[in-house]
């Protein structure tokens, strides 16, 4: 599936989402059928799904590399399952960032090896399965909810707070890759990241249990507080970013925004770097952008790591040795 940036017309019910609903119709019927599969092939160990209902933007790919964190810590060995999205290689295959850039396995694969093993592969099952011959105790999907092809003993679907479910349409009339009563039929909790402005609670709190997270950034990074930045992304919402630069003191001089998964050309960076050298300004981006970059830009470029802070940490631990 191809994932640009979120349309501004999915956060309403605008004049777009009303002419597209008999696409989003038909969209719903073809989901519905898609996850009819009677007899999920199943493995050997654990398979924890982190997943979401909208397309891209929730906070999935941190949020997987929180969970690892806790289990890695209770002396489990994870081992991580993604599709390689935007990756050349099929899979199944082992990422290794020494030999592998972006466009072999995508940039979440790399940014997921950074925690512990990480695994590639369109058929889910081949990947899990080469995980657990590997040695992997528990498998972590960094997407897949959607997949009935694996079965998956926890669910998790990750919610920003910010943004919800958007318009609550089916795509293309909206974000939703399915309906969200649908989905949350078949997940154990549902985690929301950031304030809950949607209402989201409230919606779904009596249908599923609810764990509360938030954004944070390792203070070493508060440094940049008061200093003038260029900021750019290509990711599913870049208000995100830059309202978490913001949130630390960051003064943005210029942002750039590019769709999301963006391949970036020497071209775009050296405009990029020019900008910044004009504006005597340091130039920052996301850990998952800088998976992207070309070789050697022209200026130093920093990136902002992110972490999930649990609001109940211990809720967590004891879902996930369940």
Known sequence: MKRLQIPKFWNDDTLSSKILAPLAWLYGKIVVLRSQNPKPEKIDIPIICIGNVIIGGAGKTPVAMAIAKILIRDGVNVHFLTRG??????????????????????DEALLLSKISKTWISHNRYLGADAASKAGAQTIIMDDGFQNSSIFKDSSFLVVDGGYGFGNKKLIPAGPLREKIDHAIKRADAAIIIGKDRRNIIQEIGGKIKIIRGRIRVNKKYHSLKNKNCLAFCGIGM???????????????KKKYTFPDHHKYSSEEIDQICKAGKNLKAEIITTEKDFMRLPKKPSMKIK????????EKKEEVIKLLRK
């Open 238 to 252: 870049p208000e995100k970013f830059f309202s978490t630069l913001e949130s630390i003191g960051v003064k943005i």
């Open 303 to 310: 990136t902002l790591p992110i972490t999930i802070e649990w």
């Open 85 to 106: 999205y935007k990756g050349s290689l099929k899979g199944p295959v082992e990422v290794n960032p020494k030999i592998h850039d972006f466009e072999d396995v995508g």
